[in-house]
């Protein structure tokens, strides 16, 4: 996406001031300011209707007003709707590492609220962005295309003067556990998916079914198994199947390795031998997947590397030495315990 797709949004790039959202409300200045700023003084049906007004102008509050003279808050901000699990510990560290390197602070923002995420993006506390945030959508991105805010994309692929992507190959990592399970022998196969939603999700169930298609294998969607990157909900999402009698997959690709995990376990407690009967294949290679019996099959991604690449660009961006681009990130086969041939 560049920024002459976002033309047809109506999005003002002139400076609003709050004086211009009183006047269109019909209210005063300090009536404005309660409202942003969450006061409780004003009636519900007030405050909404400044709200609305501000939105429709698309005011930006100047959150940090002591950085006017230097137009800097050596500030980068992380945009995450959780802080649970492996991949955000590493990330979040990777990128704090980076900041420390290049002289700036990192704030991580947990939000499910595009105005709160955008007034913290826009109004002068942060000197530029890093977005996992599925609740950014397609208005809030194209007033960061108008507004050349540094932006770096974890969820998405996005390309503009100061907007950027730093993604896995996830796609061809499910291409590629199509093409080692089936180089196995096996020939029936289940997915442990992710959130709906997610990114690397939704590639990598793309690119394994199209792996497998291009190998004349259907991937049956009653063998798509919700697990939501979650150990329990992979646990007892594939006991369920077990208990339902289908036909047990020859193999079993899961979004991410603590689904593997959940599903391994669930496969071993109802006495189905892994891999001898059901090959079971991770991504990520997150620490434990080595440690566990069997140990997991997995693909090898780098948590680490996309903070690093992500928080190096940023910084370039922020100080006008790079242009934003998209940095997809490939990933690996390893071979461990819990896969075998047919």
């Known amino acids: 996406m560049t920024a002459d797709r976002v033309r047809g949004f109506n999005v003002k790039t002139q400076k609003i001031t709050i004086k211009d959202v009183a006047r269109e409300a019909g209210v005063s200045i300090s009536t404005v300011s309660n409202a942003l700023n969450g006061v409780d003084v004003l009636r519900p049906e007030t ?13 930006v509050p100047n959150l940090n007003g002591r950085n006017l003279k230097t137009q800097y808050t050596n500030v980068i901000g992380l945009f995450v709707t959780s802080v649970r699990g492996e991949y955000y510990n590493i990330l979040a560290d990777a990128i704090y590492q980076r900041c420390k390197k290049y002289g700036y602070e990192l704030n991580i923002f947990v939000s499910e609220k595009a105005e709160t995420m955008m007034a913290n993006i826009l109004g002068r506390r942060i000197d ?16 960061l295309f108008e507004t050349q805010t540094p932006v770096i994309f974890m969820d998405r692929e996005l390309e503009g003067e100061k907007i950027a992507s730093v993604v896995f190959d996830s796609y061809h990592e499910g291409e590629m556990v ?6 196995l022998g096996h020939r029936t196969f289940a997915y442990m998916d992710g959130p709906d939603d997610n990114y690397d999700n939704i590639h990598r169930l793309k690119g394994f079914r199209e792996g497998l298609g291009s190998r ?9 198994i919700r697990g939501r990157f979650e150990k329990e909900t ?5 006991k369920q199947f077990v208990d339902s009698g289908r036909p047990l997959p020859e193999a079993v690709f899961a979004a991410n390795d603590v689904s593997a995990i959940g599903t391994i376990e669930a496969l071993q407690n109802a006495g189905i031998r892994v891999p001898e009967q059901v090959s079971v294949v991770g991504c990520d290679d997150i620490e434990i997947a080595h440690l566990v019996k069997p140990s997991v099959t997995t693909v090898r991604t780098s948590f680490e590397r996309q903070g690093m690449l992500a928080a190096d660009h940023l910084i370039a961006l922020i100080r006008g030495e790079e242009k934003g681009r998209i940095d997809v990130l490939q990933g690996r086969i390893i071979p461990r315990e819990s896969t075998c041939e047919k």
Do not use: C, P, W
């Not at 004349?216 to 798509?224: K, Q, R, T």
């Not at 992979?234 to 594939?238: E, G, N, P, T």
């Open 178 to 183: 199509a093409e080692y399970l089936v180089g």
């Open 234 to 238: 992979a646990y007892q999402s594939m």
């Open 216 to 224: 004349g294998i259907i991937l049956h969607e009653d063998y798509i």
């Open 128 to 143: 530029g962005a890093i977005i996992s945030n599925k609740f950014i959508e397609e208005r809030e991105t194209a007033l």
């Open 47 to 59: 405050k909404q209707h400044i709200l609305r007004v501000a939105e429709r102008l698309n005011y």
